[in-house]
């Protein structure tokens, strides 16, 4: 599968963006989908994740309540909502894709990778 995210971009403290990353290949049903954030000098960390079906949903504790992760099967693509951004959230974010039965969390554990869309958040 091949990913490309986009949506990325430059937004004040509190704005909103919404990540898009379209996948192609075929089913695109059978795989769980992530998003991770690298910042500058940092390691690539996990965002949220969604199971196949998008039955189960999982987010690092810093974004939860604000950022939201669904899919659009029929249109193959995986979305992260992103509400009340903070400078903190300013990092590359990167979408993914894995094939395990239990969905996964941990960066090595994913197969499959997009380029990366931008995110900066100005205080």
């Known amino acids: 599968v091949q990913l490309q995210a986009s949506g990325g971009g430059l937004v004040q403290a509190g704005g909103s963006l919404r990540l898009s990353c379209a996948a192609s290949?075929?089913?695109?049903?059978?795989?769980?989908m992530g998003w991770f954030r690298q910042a500058p000098g940092k390691e690539r960390e996990f965002v949220a994740a969604?199971?196949?079906?998008?039955?189960?949903?999982y987010y690092t504790d810093s974004v939860k309540g604000r950022f939201t992760i669904s899919r659009d099967n029929a249109k193959t693509t995986v979305y992260l909502q992103m509400l009340s951004l903070k400078p903190e959230d300013t990092a590359v974010y990167y979408c993914?894709?894995?094939?395990?039965?239990?969905?996964?969390?941990?960066?090595?554990?994913?197969?499959?990778w997009g380029q990366g869309t931008l995110v900066t958040v100005s205080s």
């Open positions: 969604i199971s196949r079906g998008g039955g189960s949903i």
């Open positions: 993914a894709a894995d094939t395990s039965i239990v969905m996964p969390t941990a960066v090595s554990r994913y197969n499959y």
């Open positions: 290949g075929r089913s695109f049903s059978n795989y769980n």
